[in-house]
């Protein structure tokens, strides 16, 4: 079965940091993913990319940005990290259409 | 604008009975819907699938049924175990923008002993 990894279970950083968050998948899949989950509010969408250097913004890129210089990792930064962006970091990849999304084990972080 | 819609934030069921978990959609073009499950500080877990051209797909004690004309889809589980006490999160996507899945707000399932 596809493995997607995330680097970080925990993670606890300081206001105003500059945060990395990496998932590395190996199934050769085009699409990553980096997803949110916060209680009552679901998964939601930060940024996706369907192939190397290739990304598309999700419904909350405000205050992240990321990196896919190679097919099998996708990195998520935090440019300066702020206390509403603590929460459930999940990554995810996908194949092709109509197949299922595969996600890592998340990272909850914690922003002080 | 949120098109899933999971309007029961929790559920309690007893061991060995069926617990049924709701969706509700509003997009039309979705053509692919998935049911996850998630427990506390992990990443979901596919559960099931099914796809638009069928209305029930059934994978050991789970089954998802959907009703196009209502768009509404459900998992049935039968019968429900204690290690099925989980958060299930519903999703759907539409082939013309198969990378955008739209997920629901999550239910809290709890299978009492």
């Known amino acids: 079965d596809v493995k997607v990894t995330q680097s970080s279970r925990y993670l606890v950083k300081r206001t105003g940091e500059k945060v990395f968050l990496e998932c590395v998948q190996d199934?050769?899949?085009?699409?990553m993913f980096w997803y949110r989950q916060d209680p009552g509010l679901g998964l939601r969408l930060i940024y996706f990319?369907?192939?190397?250097?290739?990304?598309e913004k999700g419904d909350i890129p405000e205050g992240y940005s990321v990196s896919r210089e190679k097919k099998e990792r996708f990195s998520l930064i935090l440019e300066s990290a702020s206390t509403n962006q603590t929460s459930m970091y999940l990554c995810?990849?996908?194949?092709?259409?109509?197949?299922?999304?595969?996600f890592g084990s998340g990272t909850q972080l914690s922003v002080l | 604008d949120q098109q899933v819609k999971q309007n029961s934030p929790s559920l309690s069921v007893q061991e060995g009975r069926i617990s049924i978990l709701n969706c509700d959609y509003t997009?039309?073009?979705?053509?692919?819907f998935l049911w996850y499950k998630k427990y506390p500080a992990e990443g979901p877990t596919f559960l099931i699938s099914?796809?638009?051209?069928?209305d029930k797909n059934e994978d050991g004690r789970f089954t998802v049924f959907l009703n196009k004309s209502a768009k509404h889809l459900s998992l049935h589980i039968v019968p429900s175990q204690p290690g099925d006490s989980a958060v299930y999160f519903c999703?759907?996507?539409?082939?013309?923008?198969?990378?955008?899945?739209?997920f629901g707000s999550g239910t809290k399932l709890n299978v009492k002993p």
């Open positions: 999703a759907a996507s539409a082939k013309y923008n198969f990378n955008k899945f739209y």
């Open positions: 995810a990849s996908l194949r092709q259409a109509n197949e299922k999304l595969f």
């Open positions: 997009n039309s073009m979705f053509d692919y």
């Open positions: 199934m050769d899949h085009e699409n």
């Open positions: 099914i796809s638009s051209i069928k």
């Open positions: 990319s369907y192939d190397v250097k290739m990304k």
